[in-house]
C-alpha cells in the first residue's frame, strides 16, 4: 500500500490518496479531498474541488482509473445539493455531515483501474464492476420522502432487495456492507433498527446464522423529507468460504445481544489480495457496554484497540488500512481528537465529520477498508 499526500496549491486542495497496484494486477485507489474554507460560498469550495478530482485524475499514476463511488460530506446538504451538477460517472452519495476543519465539504473516492466499470448502470444508479467472474454492485444515496424511520427503512430494504433480484443477487447471500445514515439518530435509530431487524428476519438473516457489515450513524440526506440514506455493495461469482466474519470477541460482542443487526466486519478472500471490511466501532466492551463515558480521547483509544483486533482477527494491521471516516457528536472534540489520529495514523486518508453515533454516551465512532496482498490459490483473482 502506498500512501501520497499532496496539496494543489492554486485550488488549496489537499489530497490524500492510498494505491493499491500489484504489478499485472488490478489497481484500487481510495482518494479523500479536503478544500480549505477560504472564507467563500459553498459553490466556490465545490469549483476547486470539482477541479481538484479533475486533476487527481489526470496524473500519470492515474493513468486508466475509473471512479467506482464517490461519497460528498457537506454542511448544508438540503442547500448544497441542488447547486451541484449530475454526477454520472459512478454511483454518488450526498450527505449532511459537516467536515470539521471547517470546509463545507470534503470527498471520498473509490477507484479502479484494470476492471470493466459501467456507471449508472440501473434504475438506481448503480456502478457494476465486472472482472474475473465477479460482479461487484455499489448503490449509493437511496431515499424515500414519505413516511417515518421504520417505513423509510422498511421500504427502502424492500426497494433494494428487488434490485439485487434484477442484478440475480440476494440480501443473504450477496449483500457485503451497508451504510445507514438517519436524519436524528438520537431519536429516529429506534424505528430503523426494528425495520432491518424484521426484514433481515424474512431473509433468514438472524443471530444464528450471520449479519451484514454495516454503519448506522447520523447524517441529513439532502431531501428534508428523507430520515434515512442507504448505500450498499454487493458482490456475486465468489465461493462461501471466500467471506470470513470478524468477532473480535476479546473486546466485542455480537451485536444482537443489545438488539441490532450487524456484523463488526467482514474479510473477503481474493487470489491475490484480501479486503476487511470494517463497520462502524465504538468504544465498546465484550459485554456491549459503553466504555469510558464522557472522556473522548480514552473512548478514542479504545475504539482504536478494537478496530486493531478486528483487523488482526483478518491477519492484519492499520498499515493495510485504506481509508478512514471519523464520526465526531461533537465539534470541540476535533481539535484533540484530529492530533490524536495525526499521531497515531499519519499515512491513512482520513476524514472527520460532525455525525451523532447510536448511542449518545458514544463520543466518537470510525469505519475502514484495508487492503493487503495475499496468495489464495483456491480463488479467482479480485
Not at 212 to 230: E, H, V
Not at 361 to 378: H, S, V
Request: aromatic residues 10%; proline residues 5%; charged residues 25%.
Amino acid at each position: 500500500m502506498q500512501f501520497n499526500k499532496f496539496r494543489i496549491e492554486k485550488l488549496g486542495v489537499t489530497i490524500e490518496l492510498t494505491t493499491f497496484a500489484p504489478e499485472g494486477k488490478v489497481a484500487e485507489y481510495h482518494a479523500i479531498l479536503h478544500v480549505e474554507p477560504q472564507g467563500e460560498p459553498f459553490e466556490k469550495q465545490l469549483r476547486r474541488i470539482i477541479l481538484a478530482e479533475k486533476e487527481l485524475m489526470a496524473l500519470d499514476d492515474m493513468a486508466g482509473a475509473k471512479p467506482v463511488f464517490k461519497r460528498y460530506f457537506l454542511s448544508d446538504a438540503a442547500n448544497q445539493r441542488p447547486l451541484m451538477p449530475q454526477d454520472d460517472t459512478c454511483t454518488v452519495s450526498y450527505i449532511q455531515q459537516p467536515p470539521l476543519d471547517g470546509s463545507k465539504l470534503a470527498t471520498w473516492f473509490y477507484l479502479q483501474r484494470g476492471t470493466e466499470i459501467i456507471p449508472t448502470s440501473d434504475r438506481l444508479r448503480s456502478t457494476v464492476i465486472r472482472h474475473n467472474g465477479y460482479e461487484h454492485l455499489w448503490t449509493m444515496g437511496l431515499t424515500i420522502a414519505e413516511g417515518s424511520s421504520y417505513s423509510q427503512t422498511q421500504n427502502l430494504l424492500e426497494d433494494y432487495e428487488e434490485l439485487l433480484d434484477e442484478h440475480q443477487m440476494t440480501l443473504e447471500d450477496h449483500c457485503i456492507r451497508t451504510w445507514f445514515f438517519v436524519r436524528d439518530v438520537d431519536t429516529q435509530y429506534k424505528g430503523l433498527v426494528l425495520a432491518r431487524w424484521e426484514n433481515f428476519a424474512q431473509h433468514g438473516l438472524v443471530p444464528e446464522t450471520h449479519y451484514i457489515a454495516s454503519t448506522g450513524i447520523g447524517g441529513n440526506p439532502p431531501d428534508p423529507k428523507a430520515i434515512i440514506q442507504l448505500g450498499s455493495y454487493a458482490l456475486k461469482g465468489f465461493k462461501p468460504e471466500q467471506q470470513r466474519y470478524l468477532y473480535a470477541t476479546s473486546h466485542l460482542n455480537r451485536t444482537s445481544e443489545y438488539g441490532v443487526t450487524f456484523e463488526r466486519g467482514t474479510l473477503l478472500k481474493f487470489g491475490d489480495r484480501n479486503h476487511a471490511i470494517i463497520s462502524g466501532t465504538a468504544s465498546i466492551n465484550n459485554k456491549g457496554e459503553v466504555e469510558h463515558v464522557g472522556d473522548v480521547v480514552m473512548q478514542t483509544k479504545r475504539m482504536w484497540e478494537n478496530v486493531e483486533t478486528l483487523l488482526a482477527e483478518a491477519g492484519m494491521t492499520m498499515d493495510d488500512a485504506a481509508q478512514l471516516i471519523v464520526y465526531l457528536r461533537d465539534t470541540a472534540d476535533f481539535e484533540v481528537v484530529s492530533e490524536m489520529f495525526r499521531q497515531k495514523y499519519p499515512n491513512t486518508p482520513t476524514v472527520f465529520t460532525l455525525a451523532p453515533v447510536c448511542r449518545p454516551t458514544w463520543l466518537i465512532e470510525m469505519e475502514c477498508m484495508a487492503i493487503q496482498p495475499a496468495k489464495n490459490d483456491e480463488f479467482s483473482d479480485f
